[in-house]
């Protein structure tokens, strides 16, 4: 018997979903980002690699350390959100696969190539990236995802080493429906994608 | 009043879904790959430019000429495979902007720079990989999502003008639960997350 979602969880990840602007006053509790993390850490990644590392700034020192790499239009909104998470990618991320691929003990080599991590590490933070924003709308929460900032002055703020890398900033908290842009067009099936 | 999905729709989606590799006999209506991307399109992507381009091949001859691109231990898995999506994204996405983006006629030119365009196109493409991989979950299909082949050798073949780019390969159908392997372990929220 092959189980569905719901038309209620349907709309809730994907159809009635929106990108957020602004934020009502309320705080998002620690055990919420503990819960979202324990969800999105089950979507898939190459070899299970697991390339995502996140930082939730919660409190006004941390987002005052960001305000700098944002952009002029992602600042106010950015700076009011209850919780902005750095969604980042550990480029050697595959030296942590003894632990997250045990049955094969030479997958950490597969990506030995500095140019074939960037790119797998890229990838699946990203997806990563993604599962966190639906995994945040299956707890409650809605998110403003934006890659307008400048990935190099946060890095060199956040993550000096080098080791990680920004990927894309996701705002948390609990939207305010009055400040929603209309929704823009898709892209009709026939216009994204082809039967073969 | 904060709606969330229920337990049922959290397993689902998240945390009893696993990456197939085995396929009972039993296609997959086109009605459900229409389902699939008319959930799939609402994802949120950068200024909603919705790079990505789907390619289903459900026919044995489409099939085949994906095979010489496919690594050697992904090759029975995937010619097995009721589907085969080639998820790849557009390097001209912003192109359609007029139409993705109606409210702010200039977003064509953000992406003007190459390498810009280009980042932005894997990045958001990836996004939607991930939501399509969420949303087939949401309708009753197993994914095993995987990048082992060669992205230049299936370019050449489906994409040869090069405007579209392969990014990754996602088996859909009805898994076959005999085949799964253990789920291997995930990281902690400690090991990859922090509150600053």
Tied chains: 1, 2.
Excluded at 46 to 61: E, I
Aim: negative net charge; charged residues 20%; proline residues 7%.
């Amino acid at each position: 018997m092959t189980s569905i979602l719901n038309d209620a969880g349907m709309d809730l990840i994907f159809r009635q979903a929106r990108t957020h602007n602004g934020w009502q006053d309320k705080p998002v509790a620690e055990v919420s980002l503990r819960a979202l993390y324990d969800l999105m850490r089950y979507g898939p990644t190459s070899a299970n690699g697991s390339p995502a590392r996140l930082k939730f700034l919660v409190s006004d020192a941390a987002k005052q350390r960001l305000a700098p790499a944002l952009s002029e239009g992602n600042m106010a909104k950015t700076l009011a959100a209850p919780v902005v998470t750095i969604v980042a990618y550990d480029t050697h991320f595959n030296d942590l696969m003894p632990l997250l691929f045990p049955h094969e003990p030479t997958a950490k080599n597969w990506f030995a190539d500095p140019a074939v991590r960037e790119t797998t590490a890229f990838r699946n933070g990203t997806l990563q990236g993604a599962y966190l924003i639906i995994a945040a709308r299956a707890i409650g929460l809605d998110c403003g995802p934006m890659s307008g900032f400048d990935n190099a002055k946060l890095d060199a703020e956040f993550f000096p080493d080098g080791q990680l890398k920004s990927n894309f900033l996701c705002n948390l908290g609990y939207g305010d429906p009055e400040a929603l842009f209309d929704r823009s067009p898709r892209l009709d099936f026939d216009e994204a994608c082809e039967i073969l």
